[in-house]
């Protein structure tokens, strides 16, 4: 059963830039997009790395996020990944050199969780 936690206010999550959270251990990148607040775990399936920090710095925008590692682009709603390793720190990388930055690992979706709006009060569920 999924367990409901609060995490802030509406208005601590601005349009259009990522926030980060922690919920019982697991830390977690919250967004506003058109369609409302949507959460995803920090963490890129590539590597495990933080989706906020890194050398590529934080880049969000139109609902993708983008790993500051080695630029796989995330639907933070959904999870879904639009590309997979396909450069680094910000930059492009030749098309021989994405099959090496993958490191033998198969495109993988964000992990999502469900947001619940109630008033001004911001929830997740683990």
């Not at 830390?27 to 607040?37: I, M, N, Y």
């Amino acid at each position: 059963m999924a367990q409901r936690v609060r995490i802030g206010q509406v208005q601590d999550f601005p349009a259009g830039s990522l926030r980060e959270v922690e919920v019982a251990g697991t830390k977690l990148v919250v967004a506003r997009d058109e369609e409302g607040l949507c959460a995803a775990r920090n963490r890129c399936p590539h590597l495990g790395l933080s989706l906020t920090s890194g050398p590529g710095g934080s880049h969000y925008a139109d609902g993708v996020v983008q790993c500051p590692w080695h630029n796989s682009r995330f639907v933070l709603r959904t999870g879904e990944n639009l590309d997979w390793a396909s450069g680094i720190a910000g930059r492009s990388a030749p098309r021989w050199s994405q099959r090496v930055l993958s490191a033998g690992r198969r495109p993988a979706p964000l992990t999502t969780y469900a947001v619940v709006v109630e008033g001004d009060e911001v929830f997740v569920e683990l």
